[in-house]
């Protein structure tokens, strides 16, 4: 016969398991988000606390970043891509 015991330890292991995967998945999620305001922030000129702020409501955006916004959405993904390539070129130059 399996003890009372056995059986809650497994339950409380199993919810641990469905647990951690939860914040695994959330924690991957709000990561993919950051990485997609970098990009924007890097597109507009402005750091990446700005950005979400914006998305967030907390702050609105400037004409000139609704401006930059409206541009960016017109234009193709592989015309962003190149731009962001270079915001990151002149970046790491900038640097030295």
Request: glycine share 4%.
């Given at each position: 016969?399996?003890?009372?015991?056995?059986?809650?330890?497994?339950?409380?292991?199993?919810?641990?398991?469905?647990?951690?995967?939860?914040?695994?998945?959330?924690?991957?999620?709000?990561?993919?988000?950051?990485?997609?305001?970098?990009?924007?922030?890097?597109?507009?000129?402005?750091?990446?606390?700005?950005?979400?702020?914006?998305?967030?409501?907390?702050?609105r955006?400037?004409?000139?970043?609704?401006?930059?916004?409206?541009?960016?959405?017109?234009?193709?993904?592989?015309?962003?891509?190149q731009?962001?390539?270079?915001?990151?070129?002149?970046?790491?130059?900038?640097?030295?």
């Open positions: 016969m399996v003890s009372i015991q056995k059986i809650i330890v497994e339950r409380v292991q199993l919810y641990i398991r469905r647990e951690i995967k939860k914040h695994l998945r959330l924690r991957d999620e709000e990561t993919r988000r950051m990485q997609g305001n970098t990009e924007l922030a890097l597109l507009l000129d402005t750091n990446p606390a700005t950005v979400n702020r914006g998305e967030s409501g907390r702050v955006l400037s004409r000139r970043s609704c401006g930059k916004v409206a541009k960016i959405r017109s234009i193709s993904k592989s015309e962003v891509e731009a962001i390539k270079e915001k990151n070129i002149l970046a790491a130059l900038n640097k030295r």
